[in-house]
């Protein structure tokens, strides 16, 4: 049977849509670093570079003697990335970006978002805030009407760097929530280490690590909101604003979400001050922020997703021609609505879980398809069989 499907042809008419698919997306295509002649790679190592010497200045005179600090920040950071980074990269379904542009927006949100503008530019806004409106309004509303427009200026810069070396590759909106995510992510690490050796030296040393745990441990609840999700919003708001062959430019939405991403950063630093210091009203705000924040964030995604499940059917539509795929199992993998139901109508968990498997051996041969930009390649033809296999594990599927 599965010497059957392989030969036969796909439609023209299919195989047509695969090859602008693959085109339109730029999915399979490699991400060359090694860019000389490309200004944004210069503009990203300046700054990349500045932040490492300004964060050496800043942490090297305190490493000895709060080195059980530093030990122990650096260890739940490595943590905390490593955990949140699996998570993005679970979300990037059909075709997961290179590991080393993925390393690009992650260092530029740790350094150069961070130490060379975020610090220098959120303490100059601070200084001028409490000239012109005194020292208990900057007390009060600095955090809130600074770190939302520089932080999330400074974060945008990288996505447009990153646009600029891997314009072939930033195709979707998608494409802006996962990069924008590990900027954030980058961001976020640096800074919850920041301020756990902050929370050191507060103390003078004398619990170094009670300090740096206690002070991670309440960033880390919080970070549930927090840079990766605004940075997300943000820069698949810029795919929408600046529009790519894959998206047309849609300037309401892309306005929309990066005005809820700035926007959720302000109300969220400045919660308390919009609460005036009631801890019933902070609570409520905070409660309120997160549900709204995690709606439109799901909205987003929802709305981003669709454009690459429409470019996986494309790809995948030649693979249903031929036998590879049932036409129930390449609605389920780009419908959710059609998921849904491929899942409930087995007759049992097992079976559930063993259409799970099938759609994510689809989603495989789908990454190997734009590895090979629609030839058959060894690891397509293993793909393929592999499909095969685990749906005669799975039982009989409808067509």
Known sequence: MTAEMRETPPDLEAAARRSAALEVSGWGQPFHLLQPRNLCLWVWGVFVVVGLVHMVQMLAPLSGYYSQAFSAALVIAVVSTLVWGWWFHHLDRFERQPFSLVVLCFVWGGLAATFAIGVNANGALGSLYTKLFGAVWSANWQAGLSAPFVEESAKAAGFVLALGLARHLVRTPADGVLLGAFIGLGFQTFEDFLYAIISATGSFGSDQLGAVTGGIATRILSDVVSHPMFSALVCAG???????????????????????????????????????????????????????????????????DGRERELARDILAPEAETGVLTPVELDALTTRDARKAYLKGAGSRKQRRARRHVLTAAIELCADLASSQGEDSEDVRHGRAEVVRLRERAGAVPA
Not at 247 to 262: D, W
């Open 238 to 304: 810029l795919v929408y604003l600046l529009g790519t062959p894959a998206q047309p430019r849609r300037v309401g939405r892309g306005l929309l979400l990066v005005g809820s991403g700035v926007g959720i950063h302000l109300v969220w630093d400045s919660m308390l001050a919009i609460s005036r210091g009631n801890s019933y009203a902070s609570f409520a705000v905070m409660v309120t922020t997160m549900v709204a924040s995690l709606g439109i964030l799901w909205w987003a995604f929802r709305a981003s």
